[in-house]
C-alpha cells in the first residue's frame, strides 16, 4: 500500500524540498570539487590547510542540513515516518563524524594531518613506498589508526541509511533516480573510507542526485495511479 496524499501543502513541501535539494547538492558539489583539487596538491602542513579543513566540513555539515530538510519536506508529501527516521540518522552520524574530525584536527593537527597524506600516499603511490616503514609508523601513532577506523565506520553506518532513505523516496515518487543516487553514494563512502578512493564516484553521485531533485514533481502520484502502474 503506498499512501496516497491527503494535504493541501504538498505541492509546496515538493517545492520546497525541490529547491534545498538542488542548492545543498550544488553546494556540495562544488566543495568536493575543491577538496579533490587542494588535497593532491598539499605538500606542506600550515595553518591554513587546518583553516581549509575546516571550512569544507562546516560548509559539508551545512549542505548535509540542507539535504535533511528536503528529505523531511518529501517525506511529509508522501506520509512516509519512515524516511525521516533514516535520514535523521543519517545527519547524525555523518555529523558526529565530521566534528570528530574537526576536533582531532584541531587538537592534533599537525600530527594527524601528516597521518592522514601519508595513509593517502600509500594508495597513490603503491610498490614505491616501503610498507615496513609504514607498518611501523601505524603502530607507533595506533590512537591515530583507532580516530580514523571510528570516522570510516560513522561514515559508511551514516551513508548507508542515506541510500536506505533514498530507495524509499524513489519507491514513493516513482523517480528510479533516487535510488541510482543512494547507491552510487554509498558505494563512493565505501571506498573513500576503506581505501581511500572514489572521489570520482562521491562527484558521480553528487551529480545524479543535483538531477534527481531537480527533476522532483510538485505532486505525487496518487495510490490508485501507484497501483496501476505497479501491477502493469
Known amino acids: 500500500m503506498y499512501p496516497k496524499m491527503l494535504y493541501p501543502e504538498q505541492s509546496s513541501w515538493m517545492q520546497e524540498a525541490k529547491t534545498m535539494g538542488v542548492m545543498s547538492s ?10 579533490s583539487f587542494i588535497s593532491p596538491t598539499v605538500t606542506f602542513i ?16 551545512w549542505g548535509d542540513l540542507y539535504i535533511l530538510r528536503a528529505m523531511q519536506k518529501i517525506a511529509a508529501a508522501v ?39 601519508l595513509i593517502s600516499s600509500v594508495f597513490e603511490t603503491a610498490g614505491s613506498i616501503d610498507l615496513n616503514n609504514i607498518s611501523a609508523y601505524l603502530l607507533y601513532h595506533w590512537y591515530d589508526v583507532v580516530v580514523l577506523v571510528g570516522i570510516s565506520i560513522a561514515m559508511i553506518a551514516a551513508a548507508r541509511f542515506l541510500r536506505d532513505s533514498y530507495e524509499l523516496i524513489a519507491t ?8 541510482k543516487v543512494g547507491h552510487w553514494y554509498y558505494l563512493s563512502m565505501l571506498l573513500v573510507n576503506l581505501v581511500f578512493i572514489g572521489f570520482v564516484i562521491i562527484l558521480i553521485a ?27
Open 172 to 179: 514513493r515518487t516513482r523517480m528510479k533516480m533516487f535510488k
Open 26 to 35: 550544488s553546494v556540495m558539489l562544488m566543495v568536493t570539487v575543491a577538496g
Open 79 to 117: 506520509n512516509d515516518e519512515e524516511i525521516t527516521h533514516y535520514v535523521r540518522a543519517w545527519f547524525a552520524l555523518r555529523v558526529l563524524a565530521l566534528l570528530i574530525l574537526v576536533a582531532v584536527i584541531y587538537v592534533y593537527h599537525p600530527r594527524f594531518v601528516v597521518f592522514l597524506l
Open 46 to 61: 600550515s595553518p591554513l590547510l587546518y583553516q581549509v579543513i575546516i571550512l569544507l566540513s562546516g560548509i559539508g555539515i
Open 206 to 232: 553528487l551529480v545524479l542526485q543535483l538531477i534527481a531533485f531537480s527533476h522532483l514533481p510538485k505532486s505525487i502520484p496518487s495510490q490508485t495511479t501507484v497501483q496501476q502502474s505497479s501491477g502493469a
